[in-house]
């Protein structure tokens, strides 16, 4: 087949403001270390690149683990390593699903021949503590996995206390932080985690393709114990470990540019300071709250619930969900999410994540949201603007 490559045009995107469920925009900082000349994967200087993003990965995770690295994949490669390196078959594992990402959980632990045993609460509501409680005490499980910040509903998971209730029982504390890492408080060894996952993309503002993963000694001693090898050749930890620590062995070949990345973005984080940066979020996402719920729109999620960096938004009755979200597209250049699942034409998801988590995109998009609802005849009250106008005022 003969093709003519003038027939295919420069990449040339549109400029969005990225205010779904991932991806958050990425500053030209990031970019720009991006686009660094290429080097080898065994070069001296790209180990010491490596050593210097294990540091900053800890100080971001909160931990001394001294496993704590990206993993090459998106968040959903973070998820399978944690899983098949702590999970042999016939492993009793507690899933907690209250979303999309708890249900892949359970997912991959079926795949994996563990013995799932489910905690499920509706879409939009915590699980329940004592009913993870007593799942734990009606198994021997190897692994609690629960999910942090579930992007499909907004739904933050109070963490405090599973990890006891999971090392009363000898098991494993597994915790997804994908969209929590970076925009809110995650202490992995103040809150007892013994394994982790997040992705680049979401509130860390680097573009998808790497998945920082954090394990214990605990887990890793797990991972030594086990008696079958890890299903996956690529994610097995007991190897790669070996590339990313003093032996240096060769693994596979890591995704140099976009480490650089990483790093940039590392240090990006490092310099607003881990404090700063959550008030930052917590700020936008209230401010946010007050403007839609001022239009009278309504939350799905209970306020002391809600994530500050993922905000999900009902729709009214009889609004077209997809005709809302092109016309903020097309017209503003506005991306959100729509419902995943049960959720699906129910909920637009809004994600203040990140880069993107500014005052500025807070007001554009009330002012959008505001417009496209009125030139599609739906009902909004004024003083959207003004709402959020006054929760700025306040800090």
């Avoid at 000898?170 to 929590?180: C, Q, Y």
């Avoid at 994530?307 to 009755?317: E, F, G, K, S, T």
Wanted: charged share 20%; with cysteine.
């Amino acid at each position: 087949m003969n093709i003519d490559a003038y027939d295919f045009r420069d990449i040339n995107p549109d400029e969005r403001i990225l205010m779904g469920p991932g991806p958050s925009n990425v500053p030209s900082r990031i970019l720009q270390a991006m686009a660094e000349p290429c080097i080898g994967h065994l070069d001296p200087y790209f180990f010491s690149m490596m050593n210097e993003v294990q540091q900053l990965l800890r100080h971001l995770f909160q931990t001394n683990n001294p496993l704590t690295i990206p993993i090459s994949g998106t968040g959903s490669a973070g998820m399978e390593t944690c899983l098949v390196n702590l999970i042999e078959p016939g492993d009793e594992v507690v899933v907690c699903v209250n979303g999309v990402f708890g249900t892949r959980m359970a997912d991959i632990v079926n795949r994996i021949g563990g013995s799932l045993i489910r905690v499920d609460a509706p879409w939009g509501k915590t699980i329940d503590p004592e009913a993870i409680q007593k799942a734990l005490k009606g198994c021997t499980p190897k692994v609690l996995a629960v999910v942090h910040a579930e992007t499909s509903t907004g739904v933050c998971q109070p963490l405090e206390g599973l990890a006891d209730m999971a090392h009363n029982v000898g098991a494993l504390f597994l915790v997804d932080t994908v969209t929590s890492l970076g925009g809110m408080d995650v202490s992995l060894d103040r809150t007892k985690i013994d394994a982790a996952y997040s992705g680049t993309q979401k509130c860390i503002s680097c573009p998808p393709g790497l998945s920082p993963i954090s394990f214990s000694d605990a887990a890793m001693e797990a991972l030594g114990k086990r008696k079958t090898s890890v299903v996956s050749w690529y994610f097995d930890l007991s190897m790669v470990k070996s590339y990313w620590g003093e032996e240096r062995r060769y693994h596979h070949t890591a995704p140099i540019n976009m480490i650089y990345g990483f790093r940039e973005a590392l240090r990006i984080i490092a310099e607003e300071g881990l404090e700063r940066r959550f008030k930052r979020h917590l700020l936008n996402h209230r401010a946010l709250v007050a403007g839609i719920e001022t239009m009278g729109l309504s939350m799905l999620v209970p306020e002391s619930e809600r994530l500050p960096m993922l905000n999900a938004v009902c729709i009214p009755d009889g609004v077209d969900d997809i005709k809302i979200r092109k016309a903020l597209l097309n017209d503003f250049g506005i991306e959100i999410g729509g419902g995943l699942g049960e959720l699906a034409g129910k909920i637009w998801r809004v994600g203040l994540m990140g880069h993107t988590s500014r005052r500025r995109n807070v007001v554009l998009f009330l002012s959008a949201l505001e417009t496209v609802l009125r030139a599609e005849h739906v009902k909004v009250e004024p003083g959207a603007l003004d709402s959020a106008a006054a929760v700025y005022e306040e800090k």
